[in-house]
Each structure stands twice: as C-alpha cells, then as structure tokens.
C-alpha cells in the first residue's frame, strides 16, 4: 500500500522528467528556454518603412496588454476584460512556471503589439510523439499587414522542432475565415474537425 502512495505522489509530482528506475534524467522537450527575458528573435517589418520588433518571453508587466489584444476582436470582446486581471495573473503564474509552455510577446520599443502562446505536448500517440500546439496568436492592429503575425508562426514552428515535436497544431474559429486562409498559406492543413464543451460559468 505505501509503495502504490509512493508511486501516485510520484505521478502526481511529474513535470517532464522521468522518474522511474532506468529511465533518462531529461528529455529534449523539457529543456526550458532561459530565464533571462532577452530577446528570442528579431523581426523585420515587411514595408518599406523598415522596422524591427523583438520576440520575447512575456513577463507578468504584459499581461495587461496580453488580454488587451486577446479581447480586440469580435470573439474576445465577448469573452476577455483587460480591465480585469484578477482571474489572468495566476494564470500567467502557472504558465511561466511550466517549461512545457512558452508564452512571448512582440515588444516594438517597449511597446506589446503581438502574442502568441506555445505548449509542448507529450503523448503516446505517433508512436511517443511530441507535439507542439500554437494558441492566443494575436498582432495588434496598428502592427498588421508587416508579415509579422507569419514570422511569429514559423518562429514557433522552428521552436517546437528544435524540441523534439513531430507535429505542429492549432485552432482557429469557424468564422475567422482570414485567419483560416492564413495558416493554408503557412503549410497547415485542416485535418480535423475541433470539439469543445464550456465548463462552469466561464
């Protein structure tokens, strides 16, 4: 009996390194991106004028911005209050604390114009396959039609390579058929048809 609660505190406790007997002490998906909040890339703008923006790791200083750019459009309007962070900032908390997710930010001179949230996904599907799943990508529209929203993507295509996932996945709604267009254009295909089910009051 104490053995069977051993093991469950074990499996409960598990964040992404193996602990039982033989197994390796790391995996390449769980290597986390440093801690130093500098920069993950540079982008260029894509117009004339020039420019460049810095792909970074977001802080709690941007959840504000982070939620005000969630809620900009016709489904986040109904759904997210920037004026409100009470509810967002344990969740950024949980989400930086985790290796397994990455969320960055644009940052155009001090200023969060863009943000995108990464998970790296382990599953023993595809015969123990990683994949990593791309959520909550968003350009402001001061920022759109620079190409950055295509850069940020095949950034976190490039990332979810360099860790060891097979597959890349999102979602995007069915009445979004811009964005829907958008990721035809990157390389994604529309495979599956997505589910879900509210829970609670949110």
């Avoid at 390194?17 to 993950?40: M, N, Q, S």
């Avoid at 509810?87 to 863009?114: M, N, R, S």
Wanted: aromatic share 6%; net charge neutral; proline share 4%.
């Amino acid at each position: 009996m104490e053995r069977s609660r051993v093991r469950l505190d074990r499996a409960l406790a598990f964040r992404g390194r193996a602990w039982f007997d033989g197994a390796p002490e790391t995996t390449d998906w769980y290597a986390a991106v440093p801690d130093d909040r500098g920069p993950l890339a540079v982008l260029g703008y894509a117009d004339p004028a020039g420019g460049e923006v810095v792909l970074r790791r977001a802080t709690a200083a941007d959840v504000g911005a982070i939620v005000a750019l969630i809620a900009d459009d016709q489904l986040g309007a109904t759904r997210d209050d920037p004026a409100n962070l009470a509810a967002y900032l344990p969740a950024f908390a949980a989400i930086d604390a985790d290796p397994a997710q990455l969320l960055v930010v644009l940052d155009d001179g001090g200023t969060v114009v863009g943000t995108m949230q990464v998970s790296f996904i382990p599953g023993l599907s595809r015969g123990g396959a990683m994949r990593g799943q791309i959520e909550a990508v968003r350009v402001a529209a001061s920022h759109r039609g620079r190409r950055l929203g295509e850069q940020m993507i095949r950034w976190a295509v490039e990332e979810s390579g360099r860790r060891g996932c097979a597959l890349v996945q999102l979602t995007t709604d069915k009445s979004r058929a811009d964005a829907q267009r958008f990721y035809e254009r990157l390389g994604f295909t529309a495979s599956h048809e997505g589910f879900k089910m509210t829970l609670g009051t949110t």
